[in-house]
């Protein structure tokens, strides 16, 4: 499976930013999706995660209530919709597919894109 994820960019604080992240390859293997990121200095940390099929989801408490993840089946695409920008949300943003149905631990996840950067300028 390959991920590619892009969308990042720099906003202000109080902005909305939509990242995406196109699957390709064994997606048929894939049970479910993930977003990490990973601040400068800081270890990488679970952002939100969904089914395959899109029923299950899952939020860290520092994205929930301003992030909405979704996917597009056909596109085999996931998209992470993030509102309120803080500039604590600054990070390079990761996606992963998994085996296994949602998680947020970053060692259940099987597959990793190349990271996007979101800088949120204050």
């Known amino acids: 499976v390959q991920l590619q994820a892009f969308g990042g960019g720099l906003v202000q604080a109080g902005d909305s930013l939509r990242l995406s992240c196109a699957a390709s390859g064994r997606t048929f293997s894939t049970v479910s999706m993930g977003w990490f990121r990973q601040a400068p200095g800081k270890e990488r940390e679970f952002v939100a995660a969904?089914?395959?099929?899109?029923?299950?989801?899952a939020y860290s408490d520092s994205v929930k209530g301003r992030s909405t993840i979704s996917i597009d089946n056909a596109k085999n695409t996931v998209y992470l919709q993030m509102n309120s920008l803080k500039p604590e949300d600054t990070a390079v943003y990761y996606c992963?597919?998994?085996?296994?149905?949602?998680?947020?631990?970053?060692?259940?996840?099987?597959?990793w894109g190349q990271g996007t950067q979101v800088t949120v300028s204050s």
């Open positions: 969904i089914s395959w099929s899109g029923r299950i989801t």
């Open positions: 992963a597919a998994s085996f296994r149905p949602p998680r947020t631990r970053e060692n259940e996840y099987n597959y």
